[in-house]
């Protein structure tokens, strides 16, 4: 009886239990690049790819550099 209610208990688990809420996911393709070196005052520039893997809109509200 304890395995059937245990059997019982994961399927539920697993049907309505896993589901989660649609959430954006955000990737970078590259995490840092190294940039040549430079004459001051050059200006040079990188585009660093972000790709949303989630499962809603990902909204990018401020974005800082380091």
Do not use: W
């Amino acid at each position: 009886m304890r395995t059937i209610v245990l059997c019982v208990g994961i399927v539920c688990l697993a049907t309505f239990g896993c589901a989660s809420e649609p959430k954006p996911r955000a990737v970078l393709l590259e995490t840092e690049y190294q940039f040549p070196p430079a004459v001051e005052g050059i200006v040079i520039t990188h585009d660093f790819l972000l790709r949303n893997e989630g499962t809603s809109d990902l909204v990018i509200r401020k974005l800082e550099s380091g």
